[in-house]
């Protein structure tokens, strides 16, 4: 069975650092495409970052390239995203996501998904 566990989430004031953690079980991890997306209160779940498993191809919002980073350690079967830099308008539930294929920054693209885990940007 596939799961995921997202956790790191947190209230930080602006400017401030977060790293979150996915933990992934139950599928050939090193294969698997993950993907990191938000969702706001009202708004559309939208993708923040993903990392192909074979080749660790990456790519990353418009909003958040140069401040986020993703990598991930297959020997602990986990995916992190380094948050620098945070915005007030970074909060939101943060949701870790996998599947098979090429990196996608379309929610629909992917299967399984972890809880989420809320971001909380103070101004």
């Known amino acids: 069975e596939v799961q995921l566990q997202a956790f790191g989430g947190g209230l930080v004031q602006a400017g401030g650092s977060l790293r979150l953690s996915c933990v992934a079980s139950?599928?050939?991890?090193?294969?698997?495409?993950i993907g990191w997306f938000r969702q706001a209160p009202g708004k559309e779940r939208e993708g923040v970052s993903c990392?192909?498993?074979?080749?660790?191809?990456?790519v990353y919002a418009d909003s958040v390239k140069g401040r986020f980073t993703i990598s991930r350690d297959n020997a602990k079967n986990t995916v992190y995203l380094q948050m620098n830099g945070l915005k007030p308008e970074d909060t939101a539930v943060y949701y870790c996501a996998t599947d098979r294929g090429r990196c996608s920054m379309w929610h629909r693209a992917y299967e399984w998904w972890g809880q989420g885990t809320q971001v909380t940007v103070s101004s």
């Open positions: 139950g599928f050939n991890f090193e294969q698997y495409i």
């Open positions: 990392m192909d498993g074979h080749d660790g191809r990456t």
